[in-house]
């Protein structure tokens, strides 16, 4: 089994999609029924050793598409992968290039979520109508579909018509450092002996204001791991800022899985905020660590989180009542820690792996 994958997010993206395509294809190169595996991607920005493997041959543009690297994403992967004699194209991000129509062989694609449709507000009126259009071409075009969660799969069945039957929820794995997390523990010190950790974007969907209101009304000490976005700098600088100086609050960034996995193995729980996710997978990555998660309402989150009543509605109030009883009672914090480690033993990558090795036996 030859398959072509559209890579592009695993070489130059560091928050969800790109982990998840990198992890999805170390995992690919795994199967013993695929022989070779090749990653279309306009640049490269990101090296992860677990990809750099026989298997895996990256492919980048050649010839007069040096010129347009983006034109040859969308306009030529459908060619490049007829040419190389590949058995399957698998678009990793929701999209397939415009001339997929060249290649003959099985076309699946993975949708993440439709939050363009679900919170239209985060989005400029553009990047509503591309992300549409993409998906559209995509749904049209793939002889299967891919969703991540439960969730995703009934938000785009809600927004578009299509056929159940050409769906599949497929969860990913997780990196092999985070089910290690002590393993990792010397690679950082930690500002403080106790801590709660967040992971992820700084940005107005993962909910931080509240958080960071929780914080100053707990007066938890708080590390918050993730860039700001630049729209959203101006209304959560104010907070960081204060908290920072009451020394309550250190925020850093972090990009390799080994040393996030050292932030989870030293806190003492995490939270994850989000109102709006396709499946979040901090919360899962907080799981192998061994770590509980306190979660936003998005409703996929507790199919990640495993923990259910660990969910909150978002708001700085619900946040800290919940940070207050994990933080004072260790006895069911510890409780919560086994149950959530038990969840995450089913994202294994050996696990997601034979799942996936069913799923492309059958679509061939």
Request: net charge positive; charged share 25%.
């Amino acid at each position: 089994m030859t398959i072509a994958f559209e890579a592009k997010r695993a070489y130059v993206n560091t928050t969800g999609l790109g982990s998840y395509a990198r992890n999805h294809l170390a995992m690919t190169a795994s199967l013993p029924d695929v022989q070779e595996i090749f990653a279309l991607t306009p640049s490269i920005k990101i090296s992860d050793t677990r990809l750099k493997t026989e298997k895996i041959q990256t492919i980048l543009p050649k010839g007069l598409w040096q010129l347009a690297p983006l034109a040859w994403r969308r306009f030529g992967l459908g060619r490049v992968a007829q040419r190389v004699k590949a058995d399957i194209f698998h678009g990793l991000s929701a999209e397939l290039p415009a001339d997929i129509r060249h290649f003959k062989g099985k076309v699946v694609v993975t949708i993440h979520d439709v939050l363009f449709r679900t919170r239209p507000n985060d989005y400029t009126a553009f990047d509503r109508w591309m992300h549409d259009y993409k998906l559209k071409r995509a749904i049209a075009s793939a002889h299967h579909i891919v969703c991540i969660s439960q969730e995703t799969l009934d938000q785009l069945c809600q927004h578009y018509i299509i056929d159940r039957s050409r769906c599949t929820v497929m969860y990913q794995s997780v990196h092999p450092e985070y089910f290690s997390a002590e393993n990792c523990q010397s690679l950082i010190k930690p500002p403080y002996k106790n801590f709660i950790l967040c992971v992820g974007t700084i940005e107005p969907r993962k909910n931080t204001l509240s958080l960071l209101k929780a914080v100053e009304k707990t007066r938890v000490p708080l590390v918050l791991i993730g860039r700001i976005k630049k729209k959203y700098k101006h209304e959560v600088q104010p907070l960081l800022s204060r908290l920072s100086q009451k020394n309550l609050l250190f925020h850093t960034t972090a990009s390799r899985p080994a040393e996030i996995a050292a932030w989870y193995y030293h806190s003492e729980f995490t939270v994850y905020p989000s109102v709006a996710e396709g499946f979040g997978l901090p919360p899962l990555e907080s799981a192998a660590a061994g770590r509980a998660c306190i979660t936003g309402p998005s409703p996929c989150l507790t199919e990640s989180s495993g923990l259910p009543e660990l969910q909150t509605d978002g708001s700085p109030e619900q946040l800290a009542d919940l940070i207050l009883q994990l933080w004072n009672d260790k006895t069911l914090l510890s409780e919560l820690h086994k149950r959530a480690k038990s969840h995450a033993e089913n994202f294994r990558p050996e696990i997601i792996r034979h799942h996936w090795e069913h799923f492309y036996r059958k679509i061939l």
